[in-house]
């Protein structure tokens, strides 16, 4: 078994700068998560096809102050540079909850995952989101970036964070830029159809969006059994943001863990996701599990998933047609 793993390993690798369509002739986009500079020069080399999901968190964390412009335009050139014209997808500030900055106390809070977190931290201190959004147009120029907002829940966020946006994009105009946001909260989802109408595309965040929906932290052990992103709640929700962005001629990836679950997989090409990205080591893998599916059979797990009533019940059906 495990030289039949190490020979689908090779295989895989083989073939990582070929497309992942599958059998049926159906293109997935399959890119890669970075959490900082050091592995950029490697995601052209594992066969993704951009930058998914850059955590931006490394540019503001292990210092006593806040990075200047320059400090920020420097980390998100050499990103670019090594992307040689692939798009990269960066997420904003995505800080609080687990996540602090020396320069800016924690606030007490009985609930930090439910707290001033993502863009809510950017609302009440908007200069760290106006320069981080100046750094990213003015390293863009003319390259493609799409920029994704964190932990949007409600509307008027998502309206403070376009204006602040359309502000600066009026002084640098980078020319190949979208507006998105990052899928976590149930909120965002049941209510998709009205972001669909503005946003360029969504970003599902299936660690985030999982722990919301069930209300089980991400983070504990005793409940990681029970927290999965393949409950049916979750592809409902998933469902949700893909229809109603499709309505309106947007697109969605998939940045969360879920995405490199081999399990997962058809289900979410199934549901009809258009990107998915991954942990960098897995992309050739990702790719070679697309190109054994076909988007009918996809569809038909998919749809079977949805009416199930566990995790554990769609994780059989998954199994059964592999
Ligand atoms: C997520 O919540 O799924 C996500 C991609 O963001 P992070 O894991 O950084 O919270
Ligand atoms: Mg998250």
Not at 112 to 129: D, E, H, N, S, T
Not at 168 to 194: C, D, F, K, R
Not at 275 to 299: D, F, G, M, N, Y
Not at 300 to 315: C, F, G, N
Request: hydrophobic share 45%; charged share 25%.
């Amino acid at each position: 078994c495990q030289q039949g793993e190490r020979d689908l390993a090779d295989l895989a690798w083989a073939h990582r700068h070929e497309p992942a369509i599958t059998r049926d002739g159906y293109r997935v986009e399959v890119a890669a998560n970075l959490g900082n500079t050091a592995r950029a020069a490697e995601v052209v080399e594992a066969g993704a096809e951009g930058v998914g999901l850059l955590r931006t968190e490394f540019v503001f964390m292990a210092r006593r102050s806040a990075p200047d412009l320059d400090a920020q335009l420097a980390a998100y050139r050499s990103v670019f540079d090594a992307l040689d014209g692939r798009p990269l997808v960066v997420r904003t500030l995505d800080v609080g909850g687990d996540k602090s900055l020396p320069y800016w106390p924690e606030p007490k809070e009985g609930n930090p995952f439910l707290g001033v977190r993502g863009i809510r931290l950017c609302m009440q201190k908007p200069a760290l989101l106006e320069t981080q959004l100046r750094a990213l147009l003015m390293a863009a120029g003319d390259r493609p970036l799409r920029i994704m907002f964190p932990m949007v829940a409600d509307w008027s966020e998502w309206r403070w964070a376009r204006s602040l946006f359309d502000k600066i994009q009026a002084e640098v105009q980078a020319t190949n830029v979208q507006l998105g946001i990052m899928v976590e909260v149930p909120s965002v989802a049941l209510n998709a159809g009205v972001f669909a109408q503005e946003v360029d595309f969504f970003s599902i965040g299936t660690n985030d969006l999982t722990q919301y929906t069930l209300a089980m932290d991400r983070g504990s052990a005793e409940l990681a059994a029970l927290s999965d992103g393949l409950n049916p709640a979750v592809l409902r929700l998933i469902k949700m943001t893909v229809d109603a962005a499709h309505a309106e001629g947007k697109w969605v990836g998939v940045c969360g863990e879920l995405g490199s679950d081999p399990v997962a997989l058809p289900l979410l090409v199934g549901l009809g996701v258009d990107e998915l990205s991954v942990t960098l080591r897995r992309v050739p893998l990702v790719k070679a599990q697309v190109r054994e599916w076909s988007l009918s059979s996809c569809r038909q797990l998919a749809e079977q998933a949805l009416k199930a009533s566990d995790a554990p019940t769609v994780r059989q059906l998954v199994g059964a047609a592999r």
